[in-house]
Structures are given as C-alpha cells and as structure tokens.
C-alpha cells in the first residue's frame, strides 16, 4: 500500500491520470499542497529540471511514511516518466465522451461524419481518412464542380457524394473562391469554359502569353481569379460535367478553350504530344493541383514494357490485396508512387559491417504501404532509388509480415525488378 493504494484502486493499481500522480505526492511523499502543484506543472510541461529538485524530497517522505526506499525508488520513477502519456481524468473523460460521439456518427450518419473529417483534416491525413470511408461507408468523394462545390467540402446526401472543396486546389484561395460562388449566386450556373471566362474577366480580356503571366495591380483589385487559377480548376476536374467528360484525357480540349479565350496557346514542355494521350498523365496533374484524383496503376503497369520481363517471376497486386495477411510471402509486381524516400543503416550481426538501406513509402491511390530495400538491391541500384520521390515506379517484391509495422510490407529481394516511368 504504502499511500498508493486510495490514489489507484479505480484503475487496477497502474497510476495512469495526472490526479493520481499528485495524490500520492501528496500522501506518501508528504508534499504538502502547493509543492504538489510544483509537481503536476513538471509532469505536464515535462521540465525534467523541476522533476529533478522534487526527487529527494519525494524519497525522503515516502521512507519516512514507512515505504522501503528501493520502492520509493520505484513509485518516484514512474511519475518521472509519466509526462509522456499522462493527462488528467477529466480530459480522459471528456475524450472518451467525445471518441463515442464520433464513433456514433461514423457508424449511422457516415457521410455527415466523413465530410467533417475532411474538411478538418490535414492534407496528409486525407489518403488514410478516404481510405477508410471506402471500406465502411457509402461516402464517396468526387472531383470539384465548377456549379456545385464551395469554400467547404459540399455533400450530396442522395448519392453521397462529397465535392472537393475548391479553395482545397492549389493556389485558390477564399478571396477567388467567394468571387466565383458569388457570381454564380447572382447569375446562375456556368455553362461552358468560355462562359465561366468571360464572366468572371469582366474587365477586358488580357492578352496572356501564358499562365502564369501576372496581372496588374487594377486588375488583380477587381477580380481575384487569374490565369493560373483557371487551369488550375481545369486540371482538378472542375469543368468535366459541363462539359461531359468521359475520359480525364479530354481536360486537353478545355484547356486549349481556356488559352484560346485568354490569348495564348498551350506549351509544349507543359503538355508533350506523347504524353496528354495517357491517362496517368492527366490524374497526376489533378493530384498536384488539388491532392485528389484516381490513377489506374492497373493500366500502367498492363501497357508498361517492363511488363514482358516480369511475367512468370511475379503476379500483379494491388497494394490493398498486398496488405492482406493471407498473403504474406507472395513474391508479387507493385505499380505505386513513391511519396517518402528514407535512407538507413544497420549493422550486420554476423560481420559487424554498417549497412545502408531504404524505405519507401508507395502510394496507390488511398492505400499505403512501406517498400523496404535491403541492401544487396539499394547498392546495385542507389542512385535510382535515390531520385524516385514523386514518380511512378513498378517493382517485384516479397510480401513480409512486420512486427514493428503490425502489418504487411514489402521487401525486395537480389533480384528483384525496378522500372521507373
């Protein structure tokens, strides 16, 4: 017992909450009230050197009130080290109230739920949270539409869709948004890229020589849209229901509309004659612009020529199927993006040698999954592993099960294949 058992006799004796910690401070370190307040500061701003000049005295009280010094020892380390997940109980509550409420919402109102989430989340957050709404709801999330999204993200509750927010697209801000909304209020729907341009450049047209061309001061006060933010909300897809598109690679012919009506012609280095006939060309251009857009790896990898080389060493494989348990030890053919690129060492147990690897993180779309590249590969290949952040990249690995993840990953192997398009 020794004063802890009062303060830990709700919670199994494992001293969890910030109340208790100060509790036994109090009873069986003999602190009074105001040096026990000394305590509850150190804890919650982690200042080790105000934890440090309340240790003797916390030895002391507690041998004092009868408990063994090895154990006075003992209780004290535990508060020490109780800055890095305690918190008091009535946060603790609050949270669980607060955690039962969301589950609550996710589990009946998933749409309502999923909406909120996104609009609060943080850009990197938003693969995991739509990788979720995918698997246990209806909710889906669709391009911006030019008629239809606003400020915030804007749901469809009849088919549960969820319009990207535009002031999410690269570039556009409130100002610009509020701008087209307000139009769009006043004088009803856009009904083709010219409309939405000559409505919104109500001053004379400018002469572009291109995009990113700025405008003058006058113009820049009168209307907060600009060329950039046109082809912007082209490539997220903004334009592709008044227009009725059906494939992503047709956002060609808007944006060859757009410059037409602004004054300039397209760039070849921008859009290259070999490549705005691919589809993974287009969806990589609305990921850039607005974080959302959908890559068929699947087609990449069926049209790619790496494809050839591969066939009867590995089988294609989503990276969802990849993360399933059951199929760990497949040796398998991945197309992803590479979004993180970290160089590592170990040293080898058997030799003692400091050995580099790599982790890459690939992404397909919302899934994620961890490439690890053991040495005898990163070796043979560093400098292409070294330049692969934000490219496509098709790979064979071996499915491993990973203690330290508490899932699958990849890992390569020697011989292993790596294609970069």
Not at 64 to 92: D, L
Request: aromatic residues 12%; charged residues 25%; glycine residues 4%.
């Amino acid at each position: 017992n020794y004063g802890t058992y009062e303060a830990t006799k709700n919670t199994y004796g494992i001293m969890t909450y910030k109340e208790q910690f100060m509790q036994i401070a109090h009873t069986l370190g003999g602190f009074d009230l105001g040096k026990t307040d000394y305590l509850r500061k150190a804890i919650g701003k982690k200042n080790a050197e105000l934890m440090a000049t309340l240790k003797d005295d916390f030895i002391k009280g507690a041998v004092n009130n009868g408990c063994p010094e090895y154990e006075a020892q003992e209780i004290w380390h535990k508060i020490e080290v109780a800055g890095k997940y305690s918190f008091n109980r009535s946060h603790a509550a609050a949270y669980a109230l607060t955690a039962y409420c969301g589950a609550w919402l996710k589990a009946n109102y998933p749409t309502a739920f999923y909406t909120v989430a996104l609009q609060w989340a943080d850009d990197k957050e938003i693969p995991l949270i739509m990788s979720e709404m995918e698997l246990c709801s209806n909710a889906k999330i669709v391009p911006p539409e030019i008629n239809v999204s606003d400020t915030k993200f804007y749901t469809d509750y009849d088919s549960h869709e969820i319009f990207w927010s535009l002031t999410r697209i690269k570039m556009i801000g409130v100002k610009t948004v509020d701008y087209i909304i307000n139009d769009r209020l006043k004088n009803g729907p856009f009904t083709s890229i010219e409309n939405f341009i000559h409505r919104i450049f109500k001053y004379k047209l400018k002469k572009y020589q291109y995009w990113d061309d700025p405008d003058s001061d006058e113009e820049a006060t009168r209307v907060p849209v600009n060329a950039r933010h046109v082809r912007h909300l082209i490539l997220a897809g903004c334009f592709d229901r008044i227009h009725g598109i059906k494939e992503i690679t047709e956002r060609y012919s808007i944006l060859k509309r757009a410059a037409t009506e602004l004054g300039f012609t397209l760039q070849e280095n921008d859009f290259p004659a070999d490549r705005i006939h691919l589809h993974y060309f287009w969806s990589i251009h609305q990921i850039n612009v607005s974080s959302i857009g959908y890559v068929d790896y699947r087609r990449i990898y069926e049209n790619s020529e790496i494809k050839a080389q591969i066939k009867g060493k590995a089988s294609y494989m989503t990276l969802r199927d990849a993360l399933n348990i059951d199929n760990e030890g497949k040796r398998i053919a991945i197309c992803a993006t590479v979004i993180e690129s970290e160089e590592m060492s170990y040293k080898d147990k058997a030799t003692g040698e400091k050995k580099q690897f790599c982790k890459l993180k690939l992404q397909q779309n919302n899934d994620l999954i961890e490439l690890v590249c053991w040495s005898d590969f990163y070796n043979e290949n560093k400098s292409l592993v070294a330049s692969l952040k934000d490219k496509i990249i098709i790979v064979t690995a071996v499915i491993k099960y990973s203690d330290y993840m508490g899932g699958n990953n990849l890992n390569t192997y020697k011989t292993s294949i790596l294609y970069n398009l």
